[in-house]
């Protein structure tokens, strides 16, 4: 009983997929930020369409950039590299600040 090792990890297809994941959110995020430039075409105050559209604009910019730096690190390695908890945190505020952004423009 005492010979069972566990078995080598095989990452398999996990960072192609991780890779299409993070793909996959920031076409989200580009479809939000456009619907947000829209919305603040109709918003009844130009200046605070404006102001919230710049807000999605730099939140969208924000998250390209992790994403790009994720996809860049997975694509790097054979073995998939953890993900830090700080370009975690950055990702999940930038996805939040943006889709705050936007209900606050369609309300």
Avoid at 83 to 103: D, E, I, K, Q, S
Wanted: with cysteine.
């Amino acid at each position: 009983m005492g010979g069972m090792t566990a078995p080598a990890r095989d990452a398999g297809l996990q960072p192609q997929r991780t890779r299409l994941a993070w793909r996959r959110t920031t076409l989200a995020g580009t479809v939000t930020a456009v619907l947000a430039v829209r919305a603040s075409v109709r918003a009844a105050s130009p200046l605070t369409g404006a102001v919230l559209v710049l807000l999605c604009c730099v939140c969208w910019l924000a998250f390209l950039g992790l994403a790009h730096l994720r996809i860049s690190t997975l694509a790097a390695s054979p073995e998939p590299p953890t993900l830090t908890p700080r370009l975690a945190w950055a990702a999940t505020g930038c996805a939040m600040a943006l889709a705050v952004c936007a209900a606050v423009l369609v309300s």
